[in-house]
């Protein structure tokens, strides 16, 4: 037996000494790295070997797969590198040491029972997280609020977005643990949903009720009133929008929401010119002086006007989902002088006057007169308006107070309703005049009439009126109300008509020029009157020359000069009339 283990080692130690030098360059055999069968073969034959067994894992180490997205990037790309080289520097020291006997049992051993040396693999973690730095850029996305606007009428919503997170820590550890396998593998990319911060359900509240607030257009109309059949109004759904108001702010349960408001001044603007086109004041109350404590004679008339209020109440429930055709809500006006606010019209003083005298008119004329001056008596007149004799005197008729009077029209005696009325209107000239107000509308007489200038009047400080084509008018410019009162003296035959307001600082000057004189006709003229018998003859009028004359007015406030002022007048010549009768003696 030891004869036979000596023939062994001496056996063995030829084959090494043989071996030594036939794998001087080469791996020894029965000697593999991790798999991959590298005994008897060269260094370099041997990496080739084994990187054709991993050609495809390095290729393609690890599938990162989401939802439809792939990407597959090369061992370099995720920093992972198999150490051929140490492995193969080990398997070359096999069976290689100093130690000859060593090497003699190391090689006995792996011809006999072979060896598997490890393969490792060195993982770059930073090159690793690089890349899944670049591919979280790719795939992640912040959260998206939902939000509900306003683009004019248009309403914008922003339906919620879920965000996504790359888990790049996770992700690491992960590829590192597959990586090790040194085959292909599949990894799902790891991530996370990121919740928005306001959700739809935040805002689907306000979503709903400005749906409802821009549901469609406003429809506004009257049921009567003087602007009718025109009493009709729309608001559109972009003027509706422009009312509204969107604030973020936090529900109850603490969730984030929007707060849509209502401008509700905006709506009472809108509403405004409706109020003023639908408003019907009522009608001035006569008033009398009465020494300067004030007194209505005869109550004004109530008005009508939008009630505002209830309006608002209206459209703000159109708004809210109701019924958007709306029959606006009219409620009465009180007069606009009344006995609450009588006494703060500021009306204290006299300021003009104006006097004329009727002497040895005939009755018809003195009814006229009367009548005429009850209608100019308690009359007020508003800041800023115009006061119109023929609008204030009404109809001229019997029911009225007026009667039928004789005029010689066309070189005819006529009747005609109302005659001595210029009577009426040259007084409330004269009022105005000496008030200093401006005097917008005034027609002369054709002919000069004595009674006009009976109290040392000069010629032309008269106003002629006839309904329906001269008035007489002018303008309240004093900034306050002015009252005007009307009295007639029988016993004296006189007509006086005053104006009273607050004071004014004015003081008036006047005086006249007579620029040309006519003579009188002297040829009479004949008028025939059938309902005067035959024979008889009066004489109606005596004639009198013509008469061209200029009266100037100035008005002063403070001793500056206000206005100055010229009113012409030219009167025609006029022959001695005589009315003859024509009626059959029966």
């Known amino acids: 037996m030891l004869t036979l283990g000596a023939l062994l080692a001496a056996l063995a130690m030829v084959v090494l000494l043989f071996g030594e030098r036939g794998y001087a360059q ?3 055999p029965n000697i593999s790295v991790r798999g991959v069968m590298v005994g008897g073969m060269h260094w370099t034959a041997a990496r080739r070997a084994i990187e054709q067994q991993y050609a495809a894992f390095l290729e393609k180490p690890i599938t990162i797969r989401y939802a439809e997205q792939i990407w597959q990037p090369s061992a370099a790309d995720l920093g992972l590198h198999l150490e051929i080289d140490q ?16 090497n003699v049992r190391i090689t006995a051993a792996v011809w006999e029972q072979g060896l598997e040396l490890p393969l490792h693999m060195r993982v770059d973690q930073r090159v690793m997280q690089r890349y899944l730095m670049d591919l979280a850029a790719q795939v992640e996305h912040a959260p998206l609020n939902a939000d509900v606007a306003l683009d004019g009428a248009t309403i914008r919503v922003v339906a919620e977005a879920w965000g996504v997170q790359v888990l790049v820590d996770e992700m690491l550890t992960e590829m590192t643990a597959a990586a090790q396998s040194m085959t292909p593998q599949v990894v799902e990319l790891r991530t996370r949903s990121l919740e928005p911060r306001v959700r739809d359900t935040d805002l689907a509240a306000s979503e709903a009720y400005l749906r ?25 759904v972009a003027q509706l929008a422009s ?38 004041e009522g009608t001035l109350p006569r008033v009398d002086w009465n020494g300067g404590e004030l007194r209505i004679t005869t109550p004004g008339d109530a008005g009508r006007g939008l009630d505002a209020a209830a309006a608002l109440v209206q459209i703000n429930a159109a708004l809210a989902g109701g019924e958007r055709d709306l029959l606006l809500p009219l409620i009465p006006l009180p007069p606009p002088v009344n006995p609450s606010n009588l006494n703060s019209l500021g009306i204290t003083t006299r300021l003009g006057l104006g006097v004329s005298s009727f002497a040895k008119s005939e009755a018809y004329r003195i009814t006229n007169i009367r009548a005429g001056a009850r209608r100019m008596h308690g009359i007020l007149i508003p800041p800023g308006a115009t006061f119109s004799f023929n609008q204030n005197l009404g109809p001229v008729t019997a029911t009225q ?48 009439i004595g ?51 607050s004071p004014t600082g004015r003081t008036v000057r006047m005086d006249y020029r007579i620029l040309k004189r006519t003579p009188a006709p002297t040829e009479p003229v004949y008028v025939d009157d059938p309902e005067q018998p035959v024979g008889s003859v009066r004489q109606s009028d005596t ?44």
């Open 87 to 102: 492995a193969l520097e080990a398997a070359l020291a096999v069976g290689r040491s100093d130690v000859r006997a060593e």
């Open 451 to 501: 009674w006009y200038e009976e109290l040392g009047e000069p010629p032309g400080l008269d106003a002629a009126i006839f309904t329906g084509v001269y008035d007489l008018r002018f303008t309240n410019d004093t900034g306050g109300w002015l009252l005007m009162q009307s009295s007639v003296d029988l016993r004296r035959q006189r007509l006086s008509v005053a104006l009273y307001g």
């Open 243 to 280: 009312w509204l108001s969107l604030r973020p702010t936090t529900s109850e349960a603490g969730r984030p929401s929007i707060q849509v408001s209502i401008d509700q001044a905006a709506i009472r603007q809108a509403l405004r010119p409706i109020a003023e086109a639908l408003r019907e």
């Open 543 to 586: 004639a009198r020359g013509g008469l061209e004359v200029e009266v100037y007015r100035w008005v002063y406030q403070e001793d500056q000069l206000l206005a100055r002022n010229t009113f012409g007048t030219t009167f025609k010549p006029w022959p001695d009339i005589f009315v003859r009768g024509t009626r059959p003696i029966q």
């Open 212 to 236: 409802t607030l821009l549901a469609g257009p406003i429809r506004l109309r009257s049921p009567s009133s003087r602007c009718s059949p025109t009493c009709a109004w729309e608001w559109p």
């Open 401 to 448: 107070g007026f009667v039928e009077g004789y005029a010689i029209i066309d070189n005819r005696t006529q009747k005609e309703w109302g005659g001595g009325l210029c009577q009426v209107s040259t007084t409330v000239f004269r009022a105005a005049f000496w008030s200093g107000l401006p005097i917008t509308e005034r027609h002369e007489h054709s002919f000069r």
């Open 26 to 28: 080469r791996i020894y």
